[in-house]
């Protein structure tokens, strides 16, 4: 009988413990999921994808007992705002691949500045938001450069840079500085309409100029003759915008003879010293190894901006309560130590008190970076969004502007594919490149022809356009009495001094026909710095032949600089399409000319087609 009532007993407190926590919180079958985008940087190996597959597993729960789980999703800064702004205001997202979020976390919170002031009110409140972890943005360049200009004794800052790239004398002014470097100074720059650096650099800028804090400006400094004479002095330093991180990174593993000074955030810096970043080899994006050349970060003189990776909740139609309160609990999970610390050893400052000198942080001098760098720090999501809004859209009048010839294989092996996607992504490229620009088109098969001389951009869009749609493949590949044209083309039309003066080539074969050969148009040195005496670089070309008669295989082969005759200097970019495409050749054009060249698939053509047009 005695068992009986204990087993009745137990039975009872059995039934009454179903449906509950330890803490007395009702438990349910119900989940309530937290939708994350995040930012490339924080989805590096052992960060957000690894944080919430462990916070999934622990099994968080609401206060209703309603299980939490969070999915995060690699979305763009640049591409967040505008998707948040088009679910908001169309109903429409711009990329269908991901859910509603109930967080969003671009790498600086201007970008949802932009986005708020798009949907025209406060979707995302900034002042509410909470840091996960954060990164400040400085001058990347090597520590012998810098040791040159008397860094770290002195401070440097952009007024420096300028200045050395505006002395004729470049380099050659200081007696220990390389001649392997070349005479003048060259400045890496993202485009500030898709990159977060890129536009966090333009907003410190008019900050710069006026000597105010970015939150103290206002709609008339924008226009402020004397301020937008300053932006576009910095212009100055560029031979070409990079339209991404991974050109960046190129530019930094081709050597220093391609790139001395690079803006990047310090998280950046950390991985080329490590190795895993992706930069493009042989016209292929790749895994890189660690650089092998010592690289220091300078924080500018005039402000360093700081990149702040907000936790930002979003209030939309499709978010709940009860998601915003799971948001808060992940949020907490992330600032907690464990968390942070595999930030700081990601190469982040912490979005806690955690000190910096905690053995799982990265920022110091090891890895060419300060802890406490003594400058003001600039923060961009504090400027006025009008301002911010103005800011962005006066680029197209302070850029650099550029003056560009596509340069279109029509040859027979284009047919299909190849020559759809070539045709969709110079429309798109078109359409995509900055209004200043003059632009000019021209094809080639056994002949150059369908010549569009170059002009502005306006009088010339629809006209190649509409020429576009109408070309036939037909015959060979006379790739260097093209480039030569191009060349011509870009070189002598008129246009304000400093241009970026420019070809864009895409071609998915060899040459083989025309009148010139490579070694009319660019100098070559073989990799010990042999001058090559003759390279024709034709279809079954393998190998040159240096000044000593020497032979050098193709691929030791190493552009050295334009050698055909200009009044300006001319970038030759180049796009090898497809497998049979000479990447090599396009790698030395490239080489000897300081642009970038990229192979690709002929699925892939158009958008990288249109990616092109932002390096000008």
Request: hydrophobic share 40%; with cysteine; aromatic share 8%.
């Amino acid at each position: 009988m005695k068992i009986m009532n204990y087993l009745v007993v137990l039975m009872m407190i059995v039934t009454l413990g179903v449906g509950s926590t330890s803490c007395g919180t009702s438990v349910s079958n119900e989940t309530v999921t937290v939708v994350h985008w995040i930012n490339g940087h924080l989805m590096r190996p052992g960060l957000m994808k690894e944080m919430s597959a462990q916070f999934n597993q622990e099994i968080h729960r609401t206060k209703s007992g309603k299980k939490i789980q969070v999915e995060v999703y690699n979305h763009g800064s640049a591409e967040q705002s505008d998707d948040l702004a088009a679910r908001v205001t169309k109903g429409a997202p711009t990329e269908r691949k991901f859910p509603d979020p109930t967080i969003v976390t671009p790498s600086s919170a201007d970008w949802l500045v932009r986005a708020n002031e798009n949907i025209g009110h406060t979707v995302v409140d900034l002042k509410g938001s909470r840091s996960i972890a954060s990164a400040y943005i400085g001058i990347v360049t090597y520590q012998e450069m810098a040791e040159v200009l008397g860094w770290p004794q002195k401070q440097i800052g952009y007024a420096d840079i300028i200045a050395l790239r505006n002395d004729p004398q470049g380099w050659s002014k200081y007696p220990n500085a390389k001649a392997e470097w070349g005479q003048k100074p060259l400045f890496a720059f993202t485009d500030p309409i898709t990159s977060t650096t890129g536009r966090s650099v333009l907003f410190s800028l008019y900050a710069i100029a006026s000597g105010k804090a970015p939150e103290q400006l206002n709609l008339g400094d924008v226009t402020d003759p004397e301020i937008v004479a300053y932006v576009k002095q910095f212009q100055s330093l560029i031979d070409h915008y990079i339209i991404g991180t991974i050109p960046l990174n190129t530019k930094v593993y081709q050597g220093p003879r391609y790139g001395h000074f690079f803006l990047m955030p310090e998280d950046n810096l950390i991985h080329l010293y490590e190795g895993g970043e992706q930069a493009i080899f042989n016209g292929i994006a790749s895994v890189a190894p660690p650089i092998e050349e010592p690289m220091v970060m300078i924080y500018p003189k005039e402000g360093s901006m700081v990149r702040n990776n907000i936790a930002g909740l979003v209030q939309a139609s499709w978010v709940t309560t009860e998601q915003l309160e799971a948001a808060d609990i992940w949020i907490d999970f992330l600032l907690q130590d464990k968390q942070q610390r595999a930030f700081m050893n990601a190469g982040f400052r912490p979005g806690t008190d955690i000190s910096l000198t905690d053995a799982s942080s990265k920022i110091n001098s090891k890895f060419g970076l300060e802890v406490n760098p003594n400058v003001q720090l600039l923060t961009p999501e504090r400027i006025d969004p009008d301002v911010a809004m103005a800011i962005e859209n006066s680029w197209q009048d302070v850029k650099k502007p550029g003056i560009v010839t596509f340069v279109m294989d029509v040859s027979n092996s284009m047919y299909g594919t190849k020559l759809e996607q070539a045709k969709a992504g110079i429309v798109r490229a078109l359409d995509g490149m900055a209004k200043n620009n003059q632009v000019g088109f021209l094809t080639f098969s056994d002949t150059v022809g369908n010549v569009v001389p170059v002009k502005p951009l306006a009088q010339n869009r629809f006209l190649i356009a509409n020429l576009v749609q109408d070309i036939k493949v037909q015959g060979n590949t006379a790739l260097y009495d093209a480039i030569k044209t191009g060349i011509e083309m870009t070189d002598t039309v008129e246009g304000v001094d400093n241009a970026i003066r420019a070809i864009v080539v895409l071609t998915d074969g060899h040459a083989n026909k025309g009148e010139t050969q490579l070694d009319d148009l660019i100098q070559m040195v073989s990799r010990d710095e042999a001058n090559i005496r003759q390279f024709p670089g034709f279809q079954n070309d393998t190998m040159g032949w240096d000044d000593s008669g020497k032979q050098v295989l193709k691929q030791d082969i190493i552009g050295y600089k334009l050698i055909m005759p200009t009044q300006n200097p001319i970038q030759i970019f180049f796009i090898g399409i497809g497998g049979d495409a000479d990447i090599e050749v396009g790698r030395m054009l490239a080489q000897a000319t300081g642009a970038e060249f990229q192979g690709v698939t002929d699925e892939d053509l158009a958008q990288l087609l249109e990616e092109f047009s932002n390096y000008f």
